[in-house]
């Protein structure tokens, strides 16, 4: 077997240096009526590399890829170019094949691109402070409110209505178990979001308001009077990003007064990858980096006085900590966190600008042209690369009906709040600098065609 | 081609005896030094070009940014940054890399070149279901495996890793036990135990409580039965545990726990160990993670992604997390509407967003069929005979403190007793990387004093071990006779001993801009905020 370096010969001489007569023998705590005595039933056995590719093969072609036709899917995860040397470079062995650097004078490669990717996204975020990454934008989510509940002493979180669904579940599925409550609503298909709503609801037990930005109906809105009511009364204003292209182009959370930014970064260097895996982003101010969850590089010195970098602040985690940790998060997402960070790398602010530029020229001109559909209203006033239509008809048959045409023509919210038949005709729709010209007519002349 | 006209030979200076000189660039040679992307970078540079938009009026609701602040580089820049700084990492592919509990084995490359087939890669988790039936297949074929390799009754695969697994565990035990309207407030866990454990029963509400060990390092049985009782709703047990040993009384202890009404919920960290040789289901387990990333084969990345899907006892399978995949008129169906359905009455809602590391399952169902039921069983074997072989080469000159007791399973376990006075485990760790290797688990588990917890995995070969017990010697021989250059260590890598009080005083955990005066983004200045 290809992977197995040790021969018979080995394995005996091995065997005599132990003095076991047998394989067995080492195995003999576990209990004999318990031992298999041979291959596991009804599984195959090993296989060549070209046998494995070929199976593995045939089931990746039933999938439709994302880049294989005209492609407007969002919410919460986005088709981007990346640059080919990302994905060079993530599959150096240095990078993919290393441990958690708990050993920092042989990890110093992943340790600073972990304190580079903290600056980052601690700039891209307008925050002081960003951790080395969790394992996605929703579970990072969840993370922020637990966060807000140790620093505030309260339990309340006021959740917006243009909250990804899937991390609102996430959120009231973890709620139900350590008791905070959370303030959610289903959202509308206006062009206003509901920061009236949310500032309303804001009393002396609030201990965050988590809005998304922008929300998921791609809709954008100045945060600072959520901000100014949250802080009023002794809450913390907890940001929510799906989309960090769009900060390129728009302002960011932090200085429009977020305490606790957090989102999904896999549309820079990642992948779609059917949802897995991302990389949570996590950012707050430095005041309260002690009560943030998740790794963190820090720089230091070495004996001899040299710049490096180190594992810091881990008595906050569960390694130490134990059951007094702030979270019982041990693995981040490093491979992806590594790949962000090329790709901003790449970037830059003068890329990430251009590129943020791009995508919202051509998602413009999409919904000006899908809005002229008769029967289409665009939903959104505002939107950076993402907007939402409400249809004359259905909106989840619609999208199975684009299929038959070769489209892939974005999510409904059927499919994403299937419980909330007034939303039943809401499109929502993604357009990045992969959309061509061409992409967006076969859109607008399948999305016609339902529509009659 | 090269010609040596002058007939020109090598040979050792005497300047060079002694320390080496400095360079004027700090390099030596291979070794280069790495500025950070914020010293080399600039707002204005890029390594992407992109086409030329129209720019119309735009729909920003006035939020334009002002501010980015975001360095670049073009991409030859870009390669030789990130291509100098992998040189300052030890890798799997660079060596033996013997981390105990953390499987550190061979990442295949077909698993990489199949998980980037863009039919897998480039697939987006709210395509319509028809689209991605491939991907549904990859799923459910995996879980399969999972399955008949532990001998349970259902997987919940959408755990993000190890961690989030545990958790996934034990809310399916909290929902199970609320189910029957039976609420239990304590978890018993060993302190031999990851920080998971208690750290995930934490998160659950539970309140942790030690299970004591007996001299031979497993579970004291008898103390586990007098402990139970109507308010304990798990137990939390590694096995094979963190010792590297297995638990012979491991049905003995689930019969114990079931019988007083509780659940048990087993850590599958040390799977390796055990694949294709015993099926946690036929000892009694309720629920159990299943470390992809470990025994599976999927890089660690420098500290992930994992995985972490959760086996489940028919006890728990109706509790377990959305979405799940089944199969339906010949294709697979995505049950995700969190509403509850006859499909999952009583399932404890979703995790995560999406459907769980998918990049992970396509390289982990990979390496199963590359080894099929015959390999795992062989790479069980491998890495116990090679962890055992580890154990009887340095037990004369490491204190090995369960060996007494017989085999050990992947792992072999070592104290610092005997060592000289003022030496401990870490020495020893950082001459290892001196010789070329990376160290084992230090100081762990706890119930060890200063553990050594060495897990040499399958994918070793005899003469890479050999190698590694001849300088393991070497340097537990220094340890003992008090060896002071043992302290020096490491002399060897691109850096010293790092100040770890130094940074955790004073945290710097982002680049600071130095000012216009000089004044630098040293160590010693206060942070300075954003």
Known sequence: MRYLPLSDADRSAMLDKVGAGSVDELFRDVPEEAR??????????????????????????KNVAAGDVPFFLGCGAYKHHIPASVDHLIQRGEFLTAYTPYQPEIAQGTLQVLFEFQTQVARLYGCEVANASMYDGSTACWEAIGMARRITRRKKAIVSSGLHPHYVSVCRTMAKFTGDLLDTAAPELTAETDSGRMIAAIDSETSCVVVQYPDILGRIADLTPIAEAAHAAGALLVVVNTEPVALGQIKSPGEMGADIVVGEGQAIGVGLQFGGPYVGLFATREKFVRQMPGRLAGETIDAEGKRGFVLTLSTREQHIRREKATSNICTNSGLCALAFSIHMTLLGEKGLTSLAKLNHARACEAAARLAAIPGVRLVNHAFFNEFTLELPVEARPAVHAMVEKGVLGGVSLGRLYPDEERLANGLVIAVTEAASDEDIGTLEAALKEVCQ | MSVNPSGWRPSAPAASQGSAPATVTGNRALMLEEPLLFEIGSRDQTGVDFEQADFGESRLAGLERQDLDLPGLSEPETVRHYTRLSRQNYAIDLGLFPLGSCTMKHNPRLNEKVARLPGFADVHPLQPQETVQGALMVIDRLAGWLIELTGMHAVAMSPKAGAHGELCGLLCIRTALEARGDAREVVLVPESAHGTNPATAAFCGYRVEDIPATKSGRVDLAALKARLGADVAAVMITNPNTCGLFEPDMKAISDAVHAAGGLVYCDGANFNAIVGKVRPGDLGIDAMHINLHKTFSTPHGGGGPGSGPVVLSQALAPFAPLPFVTRSNGGFRLIEEETASEEHPRSFGRMTAFHGQMGMFTRALTYMLSHGADGLAQVAEDSVVNANYLLRSLEDVLDAPFAFSGPCMHEAIFSDKGFAEGFSTIDVAKALIDEGFHPMTMYFPLVVHG??????????????????????????????????????????????????????????????????????????AEFGGG
């Open chain 1, 36 to 61: 298999l005595t041979g291959p596991i039933h009804g599984l195959p056995m090993h296989a060549s590399e070209m046998a494995v590719e070929r199976d593995m093969k045939a089931m990746a072609a």
């Open chain 2, 451 to 524: 553990a050594m917890l060495i897990e040499p995995t399958e994918t070793e070969s005899k003469a890479g071990l050999d190698q590694f017990i001849a300088a393991l010697r070497s340097i537990a021989e220094r340890a003992r006779a008090g060896d002071e250059s043992l302290k020096a260590a490491p002399i060897f890598a691109p850096r010293r001993r790092l100040d770890e009080t130094l940074a955790a005083r004073k945290p710097v955990l982002a680049y600071q801009t130095p000012a216009p005066d000089g004044a630098g983004n040293g160590f010693g």
